[in-house]
């Protein structure tokens, strides 16, 4: 079976994008590192993270050789080196502090680009670097000089110093998705307080640096408004036995990463930011997390793509290879067209995500951009960790019974895809947040004005174009009414159908794309957008030559 050696060589998309959307000094810099670490990720990235999963997986050791409680994580030493590998690109550091060979600080372009190659080989392991960029944001944006100067360097460390992986503290017993239930106090104790309670999945416990953990101070108003945010010092409060891991969680998928319950008992923390606003600053780390799970999701689609591919292309059944079956044909054109597809318009949200949480473009965003932030990352989110289960559901299909022995990296796929439906929010809590969005900012609006809007622009291009932006005009028009309808029922039916207007706004979303790549003067991006749009809006249409096979050659064949 063909061998993958390089993901972002195989990757021409990947390539296109980040040429379009950085400068092109930071282009010619960007497009080395990231063949360099394609390469790391299809070798041995990808060989340690099968060593991970099968049989190295995080172990806790609770007591030593003397019988202390110790509440340890063993990792093995090739996860350990994929720690170092990673760091060291500047996946998380470079975000918020210059690049030395530009002179420059980085972006999330950037970063998600390194993501999204190393979410091919171990999504698990992506989950720390997630709650590492999540930590380094709320440091950055939030905590007092001191904090910063005592441990920000370490969090955004690219071998220049002692490394502080992060992690964000969120989810307790009695809440789960229900935060402001939390319990976990916070007594003030001189310049600091002491934090007591349980956090119920607790995940890069044990290996963090860092932990940033949501706590009710005495006295604070119940609900999400008497939160507050504070650093806590992982390897201090441990040594000290004011902390402790009760179990690591014995998980389905993403066994890379140890989740943890953790016990805190006046365990010493920093306040970060204001009193009683943990909540608010957690909400904008949680939407740094909602596009790295996503991310993750493409990264999974793009392995599961490749994996089904070159399966097709070796394997022979009935005296035929299976890229010579029309259904295979079909299957793989699809599910290339809507990854493309898809991973414009999350790039797309990554480059507003520049302009919105940009330590110094921050405060200069628009409201309009601000809002349509939050929705395109709640709707995309969504939408990607659902395709990154079909992508790995059809990956298994591909390989037959062969799709579902451990051998393969396809079982795999499958489990650590699952996961990224949860992590982050689950399909009704998006459904609900784009709910919020609507009653509260009447971003249906917003969504349907930029729609409308882009699709003007896209007009008169060519006739080909002009069938898709008037069919997509029309139903952009009736979303706007089914909105507008929306608002005028009852809080239990808006709750009903919040997450199929969601479902709606994603598909509108990701078609203007393609409507957009159609007018490049690009054959391919051409193809691309017609086999995704017929798949979308004409799946139903009985045709003599079906698009997603005139076009197979073209978008698998490569």
Known sequence: MRRMTNYYRQDPNLKGIL???????FFKWADEELDAFGALCAGPIDERAVHTDREGQPRLIRYDKMG??????????????TITDTYHTGIVGYVHKEIPELGRKGNYVYSFAQAYLLSHAEAGFYCPVTLSKATAYLIDHYASSKLKEQFLPHVLSTGDVELYEGATFLTERQGGSDVGANEVKAVKDGDAFRISGEKYFASNAGTCGVAMVLARIEGAPNGTKGLSLFLVPWEE???????????????LGVRAVPSAEVEFENAKGYLVGEENQGFYYMIEALNLSRVSNAIASLGIMKRAYLEARNYALQREAFGSKLTNYPMVQATLSKLVAKQEVEMNAMFEVIQLMDQVMGKETKTKASQKDQLLFRLYVAIMKKETAEQAIHFAHEAIEMHGGNGYIEDFVTPRLLRDAQVLTVWEGTANILGLEVLRLIGKYNVGSLFVEEMLDRLENAHGIDEEIDVWVRRLV?????????????????????????KQIAENMATIFESVVAVDLMSKNDSRKKSISEVYLHTVWNHDDDVEEPVELERFKELVMV
Request: with cysteine.
């Open 19 to 25: 040429q379009h959307m950085l400068p092109e000094d």
């Open 68 to 81: 202390e409680e110790v509440s340890q994580v063993w990792l093995n030493e090739g996860y350990k080196q």
């Open 237 to 251: 409060n441990r040594t000290e036995g004011l902390l402790r891991i009760r179990r690591l969680k014995d998980k």
């Open 474 to 498: 029309e139903t952009t028009n009736k979303l706007d009414h089914k909105i507008k309808e929306l608002k005028e029922k009852s809080p239990q039916l808006q709750t009903y159908y919040c």
